[in-house]
């Protein structure tokens, strides 16, 4: 089994201005990432649009990444949603060849109880024909996770990990303090990263990391090397890039960033749209200061 401790990044998906999926694009941002220091590759999660990419779109967008990142990376694939059935139904429709894991929010929208929480991930888990991480986004599906209901979870034989972005760190620090040996806890809030891996955290999925591969990669690294003086050093140097990439919601930010880094064009499908030109302005000068830094 692959180990996904360290820097995740939930990888953008970049689009043409017609809306359509830029490939070439797509190809540059993997291998930046890559090169870049970051750990293992996540393909749709939110942060990649994947709410509307369809389902021909999901399977290209997937297959253009592990081609391009050719086995020199774990790759995790996004496939969460709210109707139970239909998501076990796409495990026999997709080919996730070169899919080393599978990233499942919490049911959203629907709001199930604890033990609908429990009984939706058993199901997906002993249906899933790779690892399954765990998704607790409380500010997106209306629903926190329970450390209890992450705990219960975590014997599961196909679930590996869990991605925590409730901003709860109580609740982080239960999981961690409970959890059995083999099971991952990964911070979803970039700015939370270093007192998230200060209470026994192995690591992150990040937004950022799409910007800057390697510079926030090195946060975690220092982490784990119990350097936090370091770690703290490159927290300080990009919190305030992280906060405005989040102003005006995700992946806005990171997208206009990757843009003014001459990654992809700035583009989004509705409902999202750009960020402001005040905030674009305000990136533009944040990445100017972080990339004079060195």
């Not at 939110?46 to 021909?56: D, M």
């Not at 604890?114 to 998704?135: E, M, R, T």
């Not at 970039?190 to 192995?202: K, T």
Request: aromatic share 8%; charged share 20%; hydrophobic share 40%.
């Amino acid at each position: 089994m692959k180990d996904f401790r360290g820097t995740g990044v939930a990888m953008v998906t970049p689009f043409k201005a017609d809306k359509s999926v830029d490939y070439f694009a797509l190809e540059k941002l993997t291998e930046h990432l890559i090169t870049g220091g970051v750990d293992y590759l996540v393909v749709q999660g939110t942060t990649g649009e994947s709410a509307t990419l369809t389902q021909s779109d999901k399977q290209d967008v997937l297959s253009a990444v592990i081609r391009k990142n050719a086995g020199r990376l774990p790759v995790v694939w996004g496939h969460g949603g709210n109707n139970t059935q239909a998501l076990i139904e796409v495990f026999n429709e997709f080919d996730l060849t070169g899919v080393d894991a599978v990233l499942a929010a919490s049911p959203y929208y629907n709001k199930p109880t604890q033990a609908g929480i429990i009984a939706h991930y058993n199901a997906y888990a002993d249906a899933s024909p790779k690892p399954v991480i765990l998704y607790n986004v409380p500010g997106r599906t209306s629903s926190n996770m329970l450390a209890e209901t992450t705990l219960a979870l975590a014997d599961h034989k196909n679930i590996i990990a869990v991605k925590e972005a409730s901003g709860n760190l109580d609740q982080v620090g239960q999981i961690i303090k409970n959890k059995p040996s083999k099971f991952l806890v990964l911070s979803g809030d970039d700015p939370l990263i270093i007192p998230h891996m200060a209470l026994g955290g192995d690591g992150i999925i990040s937004v950022i990391a799409n910007a800057f591969p390697n510079k926030f990669s090195s946060i975690a690294k220092s982490c784990f090397r119990g350097d936090y003086n370091e770690a703290r050093k490159t927290h300080h140097l990009l919190i305030d890039f992280i906060y405005m990439l989040f102003a005006e919601g995700n992946p806005g930010g990171v997208k206009a960033a990757c843009h003014i880094l001459g990654l992809m064009e700035n583009e989004l499908r509705l409902p999202l749209v750009r960020v402001s030109d005040d905030l674009l302005q305000k990136l533009k000068t944040q990445i100017n200061m972080i990339n004079s830094a060195g």
